[in-house]
């Protein structure tokens, strides 16, 4: 969850590392810190908070070295103040940021205390400097302490060493969380993600788990946990498709919100053929849909709630059962699996550690394992044996906003191919469908349109301390989406239900100080719906309602609020009304004041457990 870079560079590094840490400020921003060796010494500067307070620190107090390490933090153990920050230093001679959990850090320490050695901290990371440094003191080259140090760790973890008498010396090494290799000219970096080092390289190697490298100026040698030299391959990446930048807009997320119509048609261009009306005619697929009993499907957060999605779409377009399940409950639950089945996995970033553990799970039970994911290269895009791209790009808000719909638009498309392999869909109906998704990014611009009337919406929510979200049928995980945005980045309690749940136990909250939020297109089920709501109603309830026009003309109860779009097809409904949904949790959160893009506590990558 904490982002972290290392660079060996032939200049003075800590503003590279700056530069690059802004673009890992999604992992966490408890506080930052930046080590160099200078003239023959370690210094470092470490601030609490954003990383906008290190950068105060440097302009007072700059670093001058040429070979320096950086970290952004997302505490684990002990408080985000200044002395837990990164670089953790040992001896004044070894200085380390980790990103992970070291599980066995108490024993270590112990071990480490009873050696001699003083903790500054109350990391795990600290046990790391100081296995280190007691390698040296024992009369290790650096190297070999550095990897005698890892040899001892357990957990997860992605690490960069500097040592104050090697100044063209840079460790690494990874163990779960993906650390990745900059190449350079005359230079060479480390960073968590191929984005921190697009400023300086687009050619990057990504460590294997259990790997770890010694980086020089002109020479990277990486080694298998065994201690082999060994060779990674290396992936160029496309410049822009790297560049983070929020344009005219006041927040990463807003912006994210705006691009949906065009990331929504981009990915769906790629998996749809809207000329011969078909979904996947061009994808070979390592399974065959048609001998499928079961789909498995596990992801965390906004992603898990695109599975829940498509487990409508499956079951409904192609009579294919699915079981979905959060990946940290999926992962201890021993789930049996069928022969050959099919396991798939949505992550935006693709280094959720739950998803990839849950992932791991299904190929040691033989599944093929399918992974929607955004972040190319990332881990779980790397052990998939197929990925489907979703074609959102960078996603720097950590509320997830336009992965979720490209998310969706993939599945909608594997859906429809699904229904055709299974022969549950004629070539009419399935031209029919993709069509319909054909018309989503249309429909997804005239949502965005409603944002005026939304801001509105959002001065009455930011005055309440609880919401409910209602739907039924695919709208239902939509409306568990809007609780989770609404509470992530306004902080406002906020519960999403089936709507024909709600007479179960929730109604018994209804009063009229309770918003209710009603996702409520004019499908199949509109009526049941209504029914909830006029439930809702006879209580005094406030209801918001989010329909389309026949939605709208047929609603019986008379809400507080009402946002219209047009009529659509209903397939592509989800991937539409998310908009709506997102921008109520955006404009609340703005009139709340709160950190919109850097909710508190939270982080972009989840690659803890
Ligand atoms: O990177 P992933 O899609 O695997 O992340 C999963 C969740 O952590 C993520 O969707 C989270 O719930 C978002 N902050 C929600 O907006």
Redesign the pocket.
């Given at each position: 969850m904490c982002g972290i870079v290392g660079i060996v560079g032939r200049q003075a590094v800590a503003p590279m590392i700056v530069e690059a840490l802004k673009r890992l400020e999604y992992r966490g921003y408890d506080s930052a810190g930046i080590a160099t060796i200078e003239h023959g010494h370690l210094d470092r500067r470490r601030a609490e908070g954003k990383l906008v307070n290190l950068e105060d620190r440097l302009r007072s107090r700059p670093l001058i070295g040429h070979t320096g390490i950086g970290h952004t933090r997302w505490a684990t153990h002990g408080v985000p103040n200044e002395s837990n920050a990164h670089p953790h230093f040992s001896d004044d001679r070894v200085a380390v940021v980790h990103n992970g959990i070291i599980e066995n850090f108490r024993e270590l320490r112990d071990e480490l205390i009873a050696d001699g050695f003083h903790f500054a901290s109350q990391t795990d990371t600290e046990v790391i400097a100081h296995l280190v440094a007691r390698g040296l003191r024992d009369g290790l080259a650096p190297k070999e302490a550095a990897r005698a140090a890892i040899s001892r760790l357990r957990g997860a973890f992605a690490l960069a060493i500097l040592f104050k008498d090697e100044e063209n010396l840079l460790v690494g090494a990874r163990n779960g969380p993906p650390l990745a290799i900059g190449h350079g000219d005359g230079e060479n970096y480390l960073g968590s993600d191929a984005i921190a080092l697009a400023p300086f390289t687009n050619t990057i190697t990504y460590l294997e788990d259990g790997d770890w490298c010694a980086l020089s100026h002109d020479g990277i040698d990486i080694y298998d946990v065994d201690g082999r030299p060994v060779e990674r391959a290396m992936q160029k990446f496309i410049g822009s498709s790297l560049l983070v930048d929020k344009g005219n807009h006041r927040h990463f997320m807003l912006k994210e919100i705006y691009e949906q119509p065009e990331v929504i048609s981009h990915t769906l261009a790629n998996y749809v053929d809207f000329v011969a009306e078909r979904a996947l005619a061009r994808e070979a697929l390592p399974f065959d849909f048609a001998g499928l009993e079961r789909i498995a499907i596990s992801?965390?957060?906004?992603?898990?709630l695109a599975g829940l999605v498509a487990k409508y779409w499956f079951e409904r377009y192609a009579r294919l059962p699915v079981d979905i399940d959060i990946a940290s409950e999926f992962r201890y639950r021993e789930m049996p699996m069928p022969k050959n089945g099919l396991a798939l996995f949505?992550?935006?970033?693709?280094?959720?550690a739950d998803?990839l553990a849950s992932l791991r799970y299904c190929r040691a039970e033989g599944q093929h394992i399918g992974a929607v994911v955004?972040v190319r290269g990332s881990t779980i895009a790397r052990e998939a044996d197929i990925v489907f791209p979703t074609l959102a790009g960078p996603e720097i808000g950590?509320?997830?906003?336009k992965?979720?719909t490209c998310q969706l638009s993939v599945l909608a498309a594997l859906a429809v191919a699904a229904g055709r392999a299974r022969g549950e869909l004629s070539a009419e109906a399935e031209a029919g469908l993709v069509r319909a998704l054909g018309e989503a990014p249309r429909f997804a611009n005239q949502a965005l349109k409603l944002e005026g009337q939304i801001e509105k919406i959002a001065h009455d929510l930011s005055k309440v301390r609880h919401v409910l979200y209602l739907g039924r049928d695919t709208s239902y995980p939509l409306a568990m989406e809007g609780a989770?945005?609404l509470k992530?980045i306004s902080y406002i309690h906020a519960e999403g239900y089936a709507a024909g749940e709600l007479k179960h136990g929730p109604i018994a909250l209804i009063d009229e100080d309770m918003p209710v939020v009603v996702v409520a297109p004019h499908d199949h089920i509109y009526e049941k719906t209504v029914s909830n709501m006029q439930e809702v109603a006879a209580r005094g309830g406030r209801i918001i309602l989010i329909t389309d026009e026949r939605g709208a003309a047929e609603c019986s109860v008379n809400p507080e609020h009402l946002l219209v779009l047009p009529d659509m097809p209903e397939i592509i409904a989800p991937i539409v009304y998310a908009l709506p949904v997102q921008l109520i949790a955006y404009h609340t959160a703005v009139i709340m004041g709160t950190d919109v893009d850097q909710p508190r506590n939270?982080a972009?990558?989840?690659t803890v457990e």
């Open positions: 992801a965390c957060g906004t992603a898990y949505i992550s935006q970033s693709g280094e959720t998803t955004n950590v509320a997830s906003t992965a979720f989770l945005k992530e939270l972009k990558s989840v």
